[in-house]
């Protein structure tokens, strides 16, 4: 079975510019979160969906960090414009049931922004 | 407010030596607790967990950890470590609804 998968690996952009990441969780997985990890701030939870919709967003940095669920097998984190402070690395986790439950997480997406 | 925290920023042991990872939670109620491995470049994966009954969990790798309410604890513990152990910990703490959160994580380094 296919873990979480993550899109892309590595992403280079420049400041200004519109970055989105991608997410596949786990099949059946009911609850996905996407965190950010700096060596400044370690592990942050930005958001988490239960069944697509979400239920925290109250670690979203400000109004430039938007995601989305549109279904149980996606989900995006969109930054616009991208600023050099929002480098980190980006994960995404699935569970079958909640931040109660066992979270798999995704390989990250290391964001570098110039 | 709740909350996990790892004193330990960082540990150094040599290898086949005993390890125990620090990890102290704030709630008010017996919460979730989990300890999770990073090694470099990687993502999380789940080591252990507790959510009730046996107060001392088995978990993979050789860990185990013990969950002692009257101490608000949860620390991680291998008998001999392994230099493939060298890897950033993170203990975590979930309470339902909106509220889980990772400690600042201790980084081992295993000593040949």
């Known amino acids: 079975d296919a873990g979480v998968i993550q899109s892309p690996r590595h992403e280079v952009t420049e400041m200004g510019q519109e970055v989105t990441l991608r997410c596949k969780p786990i099949?059946?997985?009911?609850?996905l979160f996407w965190y950010r990890q700096t060596m400044m701030r370690g592990l942050e939870l930005l958001i988490y969906?239960?069944?697509?919709?979400?239920?925290?967003d109250s670690g979203m940095p400000e109004d430039r960090f938007s995601a989305k669920m549109p279904n149980a097998s996606f989900s995006t984190l969109k930054i616009q414009p991208s600023e050099p402070r929002d480098s980190a690395v980006y994960f995404c986790?699935?569970?079958?049931?909640?931040?109660?439950?066992?979270?798999?997480f995704g390989p990250g997406t290391r964001l570098t922004v110039l | 407010a709740q909350s996990v925290t790892q004193p330990d920023i960082h540990i150094t042991v040599s290898e086949g030596a005993s390890l125990e990872l620090r990890c102290n939670y704030s709630?008010?109620?017996?919460?979730?607790l989990f300890w999770y491995v990073q090694s470099p470049g990687q993502g999380l994966q789940l080591l252990l967990k507790?959510?009730?009954?046996?107060?001392l969990v088995q978990g993979i790798k050789g860990f185990e950890a013990e969950f002692k309410r009257s101490q608000s604890s949860f620390n991680l513990r291998k008998p001999s470590v392994h230099w493939s152990d060298a890897a950033e910990y993170f203990c975590?703490?979930?309470?339902?609804?909106?509220?889980?959160?990772f400690g600042t994580g201790t980084s081992l380094t295993v000593i040949p």
């Open positions: 986790a699935s569970s079958l049931g909640g931040n109660t439950d066992t979270q798999y």
């Open positions: 099949s059946g997985h009911n609850s």
């Open positions: 969906f239960n069944n697509n919709v979400p239920i925290d």
């Open positions: 507790y959510f009730s009954g046996d107060t």
């Open positions: 709630y008010g109620a017996t919460p979730y």
């Open positions: 975590a703490v979930g309470a339902g609804g909106n509220q889980f959160y």
